[in-house]
């Protein structure tokens, strides 16, 4: 019903920077968070950003002042500037997006909650 479509990853040499998209397309009603989350190999997921319809931001530590989150509300689309980056930042960047889709039954639309990832995008950091 809704789907993610990630594009941006690759590979860079530590202090590098990388730009992560995000675009959401389906019967979307409405969206209030979109974010990234992370794995690296033999970890478990973490949140790196996600960000509010509102615009209201939430970064964890480890990336406070290196990445940016933003979103266009518009296109449905959020982005992540991954600045400085280090070879601990290696992993696979997914990204997350919760909101209001709409299923119709043939005679009215009827509203559902949902939450979908993205396919991930793999992000290398090389020393």
């Known amino acids: 019903q809704v789907h993610l479509v990630e594009s941006g990853g690759g590979l860079v040499q530590a202090g590098g920077s990388l730009r992560l998209s995000c675009a959401a397309s389906g019967n979307i009603f409405s969206i209030n968070v979109m974010g990234w989350y992370r794995q690296a190999p033999g970890t478990q997921r973490e949140l790196v950003a996600d960000v509010t319809f509102g615009g209201t931001t939430n970064y964890a530590d480890s990336v406070k002042g290196r990445f940016t989150i933003s979103r266009d509300n518009a296109k449905n689309t959020v982005y992540l500037q991954l600045n400085s980056l280090k070879p601990v930042d290696t992993a696979v960047y997914y990204c997350?997006?919760?909101?209001?889709?709409?299923?119709?039954?043939?005679?009215?639309?009827?509203?559902?909650?949902?939450?979908?990832w993205g396919q991930g995008t793999q992000v290398t950091v090389s020393s």
């Open positions: 997350y997006v919760e909101g209001t889709y709409t299923t119709y039954g043939g005679y009215y639309y009827t509203p559902q909650d949902f939450n979908s």
